[in-house]
């Protein structure tokens, strides 16, 4: 979908979803690469959620990743990242779905995303490297569903992330939060999970 396509389709999007949208563009963000300054910077500038209009666990997780923002140094969030989830050889933490979904039929699930993806109208980008199950193109993926496809059943955006983020993230995140080498990454774990709670409490709902 090209850019103007998409920005009409932003606004046929309800704003909480468009804030559903906008976390996981940010989640997509952060975990594809180690933040530079400007988005430490929007990051470290950005509004509180409203606790009154949302979970309290959430809100504080969100403070606490913003202050983290604030006092982090880009540099030092781009060394830690390509430590933790590039590594030499082989990364610390895998920032992979299917090394926590199942170490036997990992290539049976990624073929399978591959193939909704295709149906999505989705693929990897001709300068991307890396597998489809990359937790970023996960949430992406979720991101577009949301904001791309207003129109799409809420039960797709289900079904995808039950198939692919539900039962990957908890693993995922713990990894990270027991990393003796994360130090602003526990905060994106904490968001992270305390968001994708949030999510499977509203799907459980439809």
């Known amino acids: 979908m090209n850019a103007a396509a998409e920005t009409l389709a932003r606004t046929a999007v309800a704003p909480e ?16 690469a180690g933040p530079d300054a400007a988005l430490l910077g929007s990051l470290a500038g950005a509004d509180e959620i409203d606790v009154d209009g ?19 140094d880009p540099e030092a969030a781009q060394l830690e ?12 933490v895998s920032p ?25 109208g989705l693929a990897r980008s001709a300068g991307a490297h890396e597998p489809e199950d990359h937790f970023a193109a996960l949430c992406d993926v979720m991101r577009h569903l949301i904001v791309a496809r207003p129109d799409a059943a809420p039960q797709e955006e289900k079904r ?20 003796q080498n ?10 992270a999970k305390a968001f994708f709670a949030v999510e499977i ?5 439809l």
């Open 17 to 32: 979803d468009q804030a559903r949208a906008d976390f996981y563009a940010l989640l997509a963000r952060l975990l594809y």
């Open 54 to 72: 949302g979970p309290a666990a959430l809100a504080s997780a969100w403070r606490e990743l913003v202050a983290a923002a604030a006092a982090m």
């Open 81 to 92: 990242y390509d430590t933790v989830f590039v590594g030499t050889g082989k990364a610390e």
């Open 96 to 120: 992979y779905a299917t090394h926590y979904l199942t170490r036997t039929g990992a290539e049976l699930i990624l073929a399978r995303l591959r193939g909704e993806l295709a149906g999505l």
């Open 160 to 179: 995808f992330f039950e198939a692919y983020i539900q039962p990957a993230y908890a693993p995922f995140c713990d990894a990270i939060l027991a990393s």
């Open 182 to 191: 994360t130090n602003f990454y526990k905060p994106v774990a904490r968001f």
């Open 201 to 205: 409490e509203s799907f459980g709902m």
